[in-house]
């Protein structure tokens, strides 16, 4: 897992134009134990609606189970088109075999 700090956070992904950059502070997590730190609030205005053209790099929509739990759906394919792309040459290993003998 890789932290973003916040003077980082510029260089991780492009600026989408009309977007403003939020990143949520940190959550305090009981390891060890079941019970939530704080009680969990959950909005009334919960639908399912469709959605149209989101601004949002991953698509996230919320969905209500038959027993009334929350599902959180995330779409992660307009992941790959925000994310800068890097060449990265595979190595061949006949040269790196001849660059570490010396010839």
Known sequence: ???ILEENAGD???????????IDPLK???LGTDEDPR????SAFLEVDEVK???????????????GQIRVCVDF???N????KYEFPLPIPKLMID???GL
């Open 99 to 101: 660059a570490a003998t």
């Open 1 to 3: 897992m890789v932290m």
């Open 53 to 67: 053209h989101p601004t949002w790099i991953s698509s996230i929509v919320h969905v209500r189970k038959k027993n």
């Open 77 to 79: 394919m307009d992941l």
């Open 81 to 84: 088109n925000a994310s800068p």
């Open 28 to 30: 305090e997590v009981n």
């Open 39 to 42: 009680p969990t609030y959950l």
């Open 12 to 22: 991780a992904l492009p600026e989408l134009e009309g977007v403003k950059t939020i």
